[in-house]
């Protein structure tokens, strides 16, 4: 199997599975309790949120969740007032807002242009004073296109809203700008384990508890934390940083490859200036998208979001670029990245390239 599909899920580091195995093994302690073993295990924990805080602004706490989609929940529902958010987010932050509109909470969708990108004077002219909220993704999770964070932030700080940003395909890849308030992050994006992810909260912005109990992690996250998720958490986000030119250099190598081996008839989907190289989202006409994944299963490719899989429904990204039904469903998401060899990378475009081209016999 050539694993393309890093959007979705990145393979499990070593180094992370290393980090998580004595937790696993035999030490269980929970680290929020008070007697020597708990100390020990919150002494893991602790050393893991440092390793993540290590890729975030200063100045602010990382508090660990089950995931990115529990940390973004927080913290829309978690502030008060308007929000303002783009067409081209992930569901976790659009069916979050759409909930809080159900419930009276104003919200404005901005429009994103033909390349992905956000027009910053709407923004301006959405994000006025008295807006609670504005939410942006870094880079975006289908097309790989990068917003502007840094132009948001200061446009919502002008008119007194906090930002939030979900950087869960960005983090450890692309700078997090320092004056962004609320960082939504996702371990099994950078190689790490899935079941964790986290909030990154600047000092003085306070939210409320999106669950009520125990409230283990200071900002008001109640649950008990696993060591192990977040011993693989830390040493994946540690990996992120030693590796961090290398791996952006092996990208940019796939990237160019990729795009030499595809041959004409493909159309890049969103921006290609402002953009993340380790996703590869690409259209042709009348490609029939069931029958090349059915003629290639040994390449494992995205049709669009894993996470609307099975809904029926084309890509709502691809929509808001102003592609057609039929341009939607003919395009297809290759992702890659740390352990995709260029070799297997080459040989899949080939397939897929070759399976597209036989379906115009």
């Known amino acids: ?64 969740t089950s995931g990115a989609t529990e940390a973004l929940n927080w913290a829309i529902k978690g502030t008060p007032g308007p929000i303002v958010t783009l067409a081209t987010e992930h569901a976790a932050v659009l069916d979050t807002v759409a909930a809080e509109a159900a419930r009276g909470r104003q919200v404005t969708v901005l429009p994103v242009n033909q ?36 132009a948001l932030a200061e446009i919502a700080h002008a008119a007194g809203a906090p930002m939030l940003c979900d950087t869960v395909q960005g983090y450890g890849r692309v700078p997090v700008p320092d004056t962004v308030d609320l960082i939504a992050i996702s371990a099994h994006k950078i190689h790490g384990p899935k079941g964790i992810g986290a909030l990154w909260i600047r000092d003085g912005v306070e939210l409320a508890p999106l669950m009520h109990g125990g409230g283990q992690e200071a900002p008001g996250r109640s649950g008990t934390l696993s060591p192990a998720l977040c011993a693989g958490f830390g040493a994946a986000a540690q990996l992120m940083a030693d590796r ?20 004409p008839g493909w159309i890049i989907n969103g921006s290609t200036e402002h953009r993340y190289h380790g996703n590869l989202n690409v259209r042709r006409a009348n490609l029939d998208v069931n029958r090349l994944m059915s003629d290639l299963r040994d390449i494992a490719f995205s049709a669009g979001s894993a996470c609307a899989s099975g809904s029926g429904r084309s890509s709502h990204v691809l929509r808001a670029i102003g ?39």
């Open 323 to 361: 592609l057609t039904e039929a341009q939607a469903r003919s395009s297809i998401r290759l992702g890659f990245g740390r352990y995709t060899a260029e070799t297997e990378l080459r040989d899949a475009i080939d397939a897929i390239a070759s399976a597209a081209e036989a379906q115009w016999p």
């Open 244 to 263: 961090k030119d290398q791996d952006a250099a092996h990208i940019d190598r796939l990237w160019s490859l990729a795009l030499d081996r595809l041959g």
């Open 115 to 150: 390349d992905g990108m956000v027009d910053l004077d709407q923004a301006r002219a959405a994000i006025r004073p008295g807006t609670g909220l504005v939410a942006a993704m870094l880079v975006n999770n289908e097309i790989g296109v990068i917003q502007p964070i840094a």
């Open 1 to 64: 199997m050539t694993y393309l599909d890093y959007q979705a899920t990145t393979p499990l580091a070593p180094e992370a599975l290393a980090a998580m195995l004595p937790w696993l093994e035999s030490q269980h302690a929970n680290p929020h309790s008070p007697h020597r073993e708990g100390r020990r295990a919150k002494a893991a924990v602790e050393v893991a949120r440092d390793q993540v805080a290590a890729l975030l602004p200063p100045g602010g706490r990382v508090a660990f």
